[in-house]
């Protein structure tokens, strides 16, 4: 779980927004839900050295990593960092080729405990790919300072297999974007920061295709499949400075972002501005207690979708000491009411206990499950024995 500026900021980070955010963060109980790493996506980095060291951006961060990371980690929280194996990064900023090694010392050197590596320009070939990862790896464990690995070697189905054996998680799309889809408006081509949608023809469609089912099976503890950074609050697809005509996730929208990121194991990168999140619903859709703990399970295993018919899907995750969470989604533009057989969501007799993750309250277990959805949401129960 951490927070990642891009889905809000895009690459326009310095110094002052990231302490800012590191406040509020703490200020506003994110730090407390388990929000720990703080990932200072591309636009970061600065020039290298005469001697090939990589430095800051210094107009950005006048302060240097140093002083920056100290903070975050005096302020209760990990530190993450991106770089990419190509001589330039996916916005054109330093990248690492060339200094696999020089750049994990430095990197251990400022403290970080996060490695976001993406892969714009690099090599996405199989072999290739997954060649870059073990020199990366290799080059973390020499510093003897502990880093997570999260990798962006492209969505495709071959990077799973070779991916969970080296890093920590693993992109299986491309980058979000805050909508759940604009069925009359087709996606403007021009000056995009993302072209995967929440929803239609987007992140949530590749989780039910086979070859994504299949890099889902590969996740357990330890290694976990990345869908992207969370939309929950943020402002759409206009956040970064692009003019695209489709609306940011509604409500309930947002409240099924994060639902089925929990039901999937994903990590939990928030990416909207904490520092206006108030109290409001957003606040209570990231600090929800129960959905966070469907996500941070120790068994770690995604959900299986055990029912897609009539604009409903059910998803089902096992949870430890025989317990599992359900997620129902509507997928449908309108509300509607339906009923599950228990053996419709995989479950043979009526469950000892049932309790709605999103209001924390206790639901009588009946001889089916009757559920009425407003468009795009998503209940969540959590079943007991
Ligand atoms: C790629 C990644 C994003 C983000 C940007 C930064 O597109 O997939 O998550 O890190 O690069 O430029």
Redesign the pocket.
């Known amino acids: 779980m951490g927070y990642d500026p ?1 889905n809000t900021f895009g ?1 326009t980070i310095d110094q002052a927004l990231i302490v800012s955010i590191v406040r509020a963060m703490a200020r506003d109980g994110m730090r407390a839900a388990g929000y720990h790493y703080i990932i200072l ?2 636009g970061w980095q600065g020039p290298r050295t005469p001697a090939g060291q990589i430095t800051a951006d210094p107009r950005r961060f006048p302060c240097g990593m140093t002083r920056l990371t100290a903070f975050i980690h005096a302020m209760g929280f990990d530190v993450g960092i ?1 770089t990419t194996p190509a001589a330039r ?3 054109g900023r330093t990248g690492s080729a060339g200094h696999v090694r020089t750049d994990a010392r430095t990197f251990a050197d400022w403290g970080v405990d996060y490695l ?1 590596l ?1 892969w ?1 320009g690099a090599d996405y070939s199989p072999a290739g790919a997954a060649a870059i990862a073990r020199t990366w790896r290799t080059a973390l464990a020499a510093t003897h300072r502990r880093m997570i690995l999260s990798i ?1 070697a492209g969505g495709s189905p071959s990077v799973g297999p070779w991916a969970r054996t080296i890093a920590t998680s693993w992109r299986v799309g491309g ?1 979000i974007c805050g909508s759940w889809y604009n069925q009359t408006q087709p996606p403007s081509a021009t000056a995009r920061r993302c072209y995967d949608r929440v929803y239609h023809e987007g992140i949530f469609d590749y989780l039910t295709y086979p070859g994504v089912r299949a890099q889902a099976a590969l996740a357990g503890p330890g290694h976990y499949i990345d869908p ?1 950074m969370l939309e929950v609050g943020t402002a759409g697809e206009s956040a970064a400075g692009h003019d695209l005509p489709t609306p940011a996730l509604d409500p309930a929208e947002a409240m099924t972002n994060f639902a089925i990121w929990a039901m999937w194991s994903a990590p939990l990168i928030a990416g909207n501005d904490p520092r206006t999140m108030g109290a409001g619903e957003i606040r209570n859709i990231l600090l929800n207690r129960d959905i966070i703990g469907i996500d941070q399970d120790p068994l770690g295993r995604p959900a299986t979708l055990v029912l897609s018919q009539g604009g409903w899907q059910v998803w089902r995750k096992p949870l430890p000491g025989g317990r599992a969470a359900l997620a129902i989604v509507n997928l449908a533009g309108q509300s509607a009411t339906a009923t599950f057989a228990w053996s419709q969501v995989g479950t043979s007799a009526r469950p000892a206990s049932i309790s709605d993750a999103w209001s924390r309250r206790p639901v009588p277990p009946g001889a089916s499950l009757r559920v009425r959805l407003g468009a795009h949401a998503t209940a969540v129960y959590l079943l007991g024995g």
């Open positions: 891009y690459v996506d591309d991106y990064s996916c916005s976001k993406d714009c962006n980058d992207d």
